[in-house]
């Protein structure tokens, strides 16, 4: 039986699973959470949806990646997980996490 939620777009479904959340989620959470094959298909999307909210009543908010080692916090121009420091060249780095909230 098909619901509502099947006819929506891949990207209707990111902003709605964010607009709910009641937590900030990761590319690999969203992915899991929607059945998406590729983390990089979901940070494709995120992209387009950043974009789009400037003309929308919604926000995406970002909480940028960092190294878990030294701290160094990564300024994305695109949304992605770097893969690795460039302060400390360590790889252990915590995802960007997204969520999305009404415009005040």
């Given at each position: 039986?098909?619901?509502?939620?099947?006819?929506?777009s891949?990207?209707?479904k990111?902003v709605?699973?964010?607009?709910?959340?009641?937590?900030?989620?990761t590319?690999?959470?969203?992915k899991k959470?929607?059945?998406i094959?590729?983390?990089k298909?979901?940070?494709?999307?995120?992209?387009?949806i950043?974009?789009s909210?400037?003309h929308?009543?919604?926000q995406l908010?970002?909480?940028?990646?960092?190294?878990?080692?030294?701290g160094?916090?990564f300024n994305l121009?695109?949304?992605?997980?770097?893969s690795?420091?460039?302060r400390?060249k360590?790889?252990?780095?915590?995802p960007?996490?997204?969520?999305?909230?009404?415009?005040?």
């Open positions: 039986m098909q619901t509502e939620f099947d006819f929506l891949i990207r209707e990111i709605l699973l964010l607009k709910y959340s009641e937590r900030p989620l590319a690999k959470e969203i959470n929607l059945g094959q590729k983390e298909e979901v940070y494709e999307h995120l992209y387009h950043a974009k909210s400037k929308k009543d919604y908010i970002v909480y940028l990646p960092y190294c878990r080692d030294c160094y916090i121009e695109i949304p992605k997980k770097p690795k420091c460039p400390c360590s790889e252990n780095i915590e960007p996490k997204f969520l999305i909230r009404d415009k005040k």
